[in-house]
């Protein structure tokens, strides 16, 4: 038999050698292909959902999916660019991720229109099919981002005497982060008011400028300025806008020149009026502002020098007051031509006609006695004076008895003039309600004596209110709200105050206060009112500080306004995520479920909002296992067997949606708890039809073989116990096993030679429920295999011995079939088997027959056909060759 092999192992060689000489001389062209990395080009939209298609690896490389081992596919670098893209590692095909692609924050420098690309490095694997592919997916725009402004409002100032069609570039143009035809396409005014209109002009570079054209003249003194919205409009569909309140603020220039009220004036003056009276005052206004509205009054050069000497014009009031003694011999009407001088301006003519009235001796005289405080004609009166204070009494004396005085008050203000009590001629002026410094400081008031001869007495006074400590300062605004972002620097500014008092000198100068509730490490300025804060702020430790702030004025007694400030600390992302534990472990019954819930990863972040959204993601193992981002869950993809690996151990990232994003990494462990499902292997015998060599004279107690087999669980459910139930040929008890090792002696002298056969159980000790093999045991009982082929047919002829599968094995085993009772009925059984049994020698009989005579042919024809064993496993039996004579079992 030997011989008749090996010129086959040579052809085999012969083959091998060949195979190994073309292998080295020339490599298959595939092995070529290796080196070369294929390349694949995808075009997707930002902003896709998660578990959008984006292509099909293995199909654009018309792999071949029915080779074996099957293909893997795999992202070398899944923290680049896994966390945009999930790859199915079995059919290669690309998907978008949860988190969502923005092509802006992908690509922040492709302004230029370059075109933004996220490039993948893909692994074909395993190693015999092993290919990098250069995978590049163009990420293209879509109008997800409307312009912006820099500023929330913009101002520009016109002059008012500007052109029409005048130009004025507005330099605060919009930015939208959006290319081509998604960006900025023009801009436009929501309120051009008939006066303006917006045009837009492209640079060389592509940016468009707005420019602000005057189409109508322009009028300060009619309108000083005009806010409405500039709107920009990108050019998608529909298209984005982006607004900002657009302040036109239309400056001065001096285009007007003063003009007086009154013009022509005519003004009545007794011949005895002391130096120093009132004449009259001119009023003049110039609508401009500031330098360009001051008036000066001056006499024209008609007048003449002794004129302007004896009525004094005071040059910034306008106020004429007589500066001589009046002659009422030589004159009897003065002209007074006054002019208003302006910058730049043609004076303004007013006329002043001063009639003179001639005094006879001892005419009626009004004489002036005053109550409240007075110097050079001038009276003072405290504003906090009430009601119906007097001031002054006027006596008439001259008055002839046959004369009748009437006397009344002229001028405006809360005064009258009346008799007082019932008194003749005399006459007391008083005030009328309380006076008030802030509406008005002065009065000018005419006492007017007319006689019933026509004779007019005017006697001019002035009443000059004093200011009095009766207003509190006055904040600008009651609440104010401020908002700083934590991790600010030391003495950061964070608002000024502001409050108004409308009293004079000091009662109006105002000084601030922090309140007593108010932490210290608020500073406000005393002068200037700045708040500052003097510590860096943490938004995590306190949010909101609430506030009293005082304005103090310097008056007696003190008044003081009060106003609340409230503090609100913005957020800033600078705490990381923080899971729970350090790391977690997760035990977890082999065969779990597919997307079942192995344990949850909880995880915290102190920061608010979009700082504190926590997003989880695996680094390792996504192609087993996948998270709920939601929840945190982790779950396994598929049914997981222990047997394969029983442990796992990930790495997961939590990243929270600040930016810059900040991130934290946990190790996860999960361990497969062992579950009874696998059966015990049975190695050795290694088939039902092996057979083993025993001779007659075997003493009792020699251990003839055992039966070997392994179970791949774990625990007691790999403990594994062997037990005989089912006996073929011999005596009964003429074998026994041992439940523990599978050792086979033999109990009793064997006095017939031919088949035995043992029907052997290999059972676990598994729970909830044990799991069992079984394995036909053979011995052939003689001095030598004398016909092979006889035993062979024996043996065939004997698989039909209950080795089927039966439901798992419940309860203690007992060897031997002794003990082991199949039916309740035993009668019926017996019958059975006698029955059986006769016809199994039948059989036996005429199979032997038959086999003898082919046996004689065959011995005839060939050379060495006996052998004591079928070597089907040279290894076992060198092993066992010094005990016994075996074959193969």
Known sequence: MFNRRHPSLSKRGVIWGLWVILLYTSPPSCFANFSQAKQLIYKIKEGLPGGTFIGAIGEDLHLDFTVEPPFLFNLPQKKVNGQYVNLNSTTGQLYTSATEIDRETLCPDNSGGRGCVLSLDVFVLPQQHFQLVKVKIFIEDVNDNRPKFPVDEICMSVPE?????????????????????????????????????????????????????????????????????????????PPLLGAATFKIVITDVNDN?????????????????????????????DPDLGANAQISYAYSERVPRDTRSLFHLDRITGVIKLAGKIDTGTATFYKLTILANGPGCIPAVATVSVHIIKVVTGPPAVIPRYIAPENDGELTIKESEQAFSPIAFFTVKNIDINQRVDCHLEGTGPFRLGPYQTLKNEYLLETTEPLDYEKT???????????????????????????????????????????VEENNPPNTFLTQFQATDQDSEGRGEVIYLLGGDAPGIFVIDRVTGVLTVTISLDREEKETYRFIVRAVDQGTPRRESLATVVVTVQDRNDNSPRFIDKDFTFFVPENFPGYGEIGVLSVTDADAEENGWVALSILNGSDIFLIDTGRGALRAKTSLDREQQGTYQLWIEAVDGGEPALSCVTMVTVLLLDVNDNPPIVLFPQSNQSYMLVLPNTLPGTSITEVYAVDKDTGMNAVIAYSIIKRKGGEPGSFAIDPETGNITLKRELSNRGLYSLLVKVTDHGQPEPLYSTVMVNFFVNETVSNESYIQSLLTREAGIEVEERPWFKGQMTQGPERYELFPCQPVLIALSLTCLGLFFTVVTLTSYICCKRFKKQRKKGSEVERPLKKKNDSIQGVNRKLRPISNI
Not at 177 to 203: A, R, S
Not at 445 to 461: N, R
């Open 161 to 237: 005497n500007t052109h029409i069609n005048a130009r004025f570039a507005v330099e605060h143009s919009a930015v939208d982060p959006d290319l081509g035809p998604y960006g900025v396409q023009t801009y436009w005014l929501v309120n051009d008011f008939g006066m303006f209109t917006l045009d837009v002009e492209q640079n060389e570079g592509g940016e468009l400028t707005p420019f602000l054209i005057v189409t109508e003249a322009l009028d300060r003194e009619t309108q000083a300025e005009y806010i409405t919205d500039i709107i920009a409009e990108d050019g998608g569909t």
């Open 257 to 285: 020149c003063p003009k007086f009220k009154e013009s022509q004036m005519n003004v009545t003056l007794h011949g005895n009026t002391t130096k120093g009276g009132h004449l009259a005052r001119l009023h003049a206004f």
């Open 441 to 483: 400081q002065e009065y000018e008031l005419i006492v007017v004596a007319t006689s019933s001869q026509g004779l007019v007495i005017k006697t001019f006074l002035k009443v000059q209110v004093l200011d009095e400590n009766d207003n509190a300062p006055v904040f600008q605004q009651a609440l104010v709200e401020v908002s």
